[in-house]
């Protein structure tokens, strides 16, 4: 069954633009079939993919003969797992000078395209991040009913945010939330029947991930210590980094943590986000925040796939779906706290001059106002409790609420 993915449309609108298009995502995220998907509707097109080692040769090590066998008189050219190609930028930069042809690559990381391709390329390519599943892709699969009525409720995050569903609606999307949340993005997880084969499957990305990614782009032997470090990142979700307990548990130094961090978002697995501030003097200005990309991958690594309402990281957890939910929709994220600890935990711009504040909770009863210290400096942002389950809550004055799904 095949789910259509919200990229396709962009991949779709730019088709007639002299760029080359390239899709970066995680392996396993579904950029494969996408780009068959795409390949199957075109006309005069060519998918190649450079896990087979003989298109792979040709393409190093004879350009010209490549380019007569799989370019000239085609209208486009899919390359699929582009990051295993040696001098891929500069080939491919041939290739765009001396022929008209539309090319589309993918790649598994934003590591491979920088160093391979993109440095040879400004000018000549326009980068797509492709990420498992949002939640409506999910409910496209779980349930095309109730994605058709996700799809109309359309939100304006700019005004006041309103949601007319009924309780057995509300109760429905809940628990496919919580699904979700549980399980994560990825398309095989989503497709899989049983427990016992989506933990199967998740074991299989990590496993992969550690295999392929880690092994071929960073070389390493020791890579164990990565593994405590992910770890111990996966402990510290919606909190700021603290890299001497990370040093501790990891026994890597702080610069080797650094490294590591930046590998870990280059290859979509987890991401800093930074504090948003305008005081020094009162606010926080450098600690990081750490958050996964895909949640489910998250609760394989600390083995934990309970409801919500069994854990005590529920409420770290629904941070973290939100914020994946945020980066999925372009959203740059930060987060806000002052040096009395008073915190916020997400801000992003709108646009227009608007900027929004969300708190997140598990259930609208914990939500409380926002902290003084916050809304008499930011007067004009407004601020959002964001939850899960609700029944009649107090009202807080000036403050709206929005179901997380």
């Not at 040709?58 to 000239?72: C, G, H, S, W």
């Not at 990565?226 to 919606?238: C, D, E, H, P, Y």
């Not at 980094?241 to 650094?258: G, P």
């Not at 914020?323 to 227009?352: P, S, T």
Request: proline content about 2%.
């Amino acid at each position: 069954m095949y789910i259509k993915r919200k990229i396709e449309d962009q991949i779709l609108k730019y088709l007639h633009t002299p760029e080359i298009l390239a899709i970066v995502g995680p392996r396993q995220c579904g950029k494969t079939t996408t780009l068959k998907q795409v390949y199957q509707n075109l006309p005069n097109a060519v998918f190649l993919n450079f896990e087979d080692q003989e298109t792979l040769s040709m393409f190093e090590n004879n350009i010209k003969q490549f380019a007569q066998t799989y370019v000239v008189g085609k209208k486009y050219v899919i390359i699929d797992e582009f990051q295993y190609a040696r001098n891929g930028g500069k080939l491919l930069k041939y290739l765009y000078d001396i022929h008209k042809t539309k090319i589309i690559i993918s790649g598994s990381s934003i590591i491979d395209l920088t160093v391979k391709a993109i440095k040879f390329l400004v000018g000549r390519i326009f980068v797509f991040n492709m990420y498992p599943f949002d939640f409506f892709e999910f409910l496209l699969y779980r349930d095309s009913n109730f994605a058709g009525l996700y799809k109309k409720m359309k939100i304006n995050l700019k005004k006041r945010a309103t949601q007319n569903l009924g309780k057995e609606q509300m109760d429905i999307f809940r628990n496919y939330y919580e699904e979700y949340v549980i399980w994560g993005g990825y398309p095989r997880v989503i497709l899989a029947k049983s427990r016992d084969e989506k933990i199967e499957v998740l074991k299989n990305i990590y496993n992969t991930y550690f295999l392929r990614d880690v092994k071929s782009v960073l070389g390493l032997i020791d890579d164990y210590k990565l593994g405590k470090l992910i770890k111990a990142l996966s402990l510290q979700i919606g909190n700021m980094v603290e890299y001497n307990e990370l040093a501790q548990i990891s026994e890597l130094s702080f610069l080797t943590i650094k490294k590591y961090l930046n590998f870990l978002s280059k290859t979509y697995i987890n991401e800093l986000i930074k504090p948003f501030y305008q005081n020094k003097r009162k606010e926080i200005v450098k600690n990081q925040k750490i958050y996964f990309y895909d949640t489910g991958l998250r609760n394989f690594i600390v083995n934990d796939f309970r409801y919500l309402n069994e854990r005590l990281d529920s409420g770290s957890l629904l941070e973290n779906s939100f914020w994946v939910q945020l980066i999925k929709n372009g959203n740059n994220a930060q987060y806000w706290r002052d040096k009395n600890k008073n915190e916020v935990d997400f801000i992003i711009n709108l646009g227009e001059n608007k900027t929004a504040a969300f708190e997140i909770k598990y259930h609208q009863k914990k939500c409380k106002k926002f902290p003084a210290a916050f809304t008499k400096e930011y007067k004009n942002i407004i601020t959002y409790c964001v939850y899960l389950k609700s029944d009649k809550a107090e009202i807080i004055k000036n403050q709206l609420f929005l179901p997380l799904f």
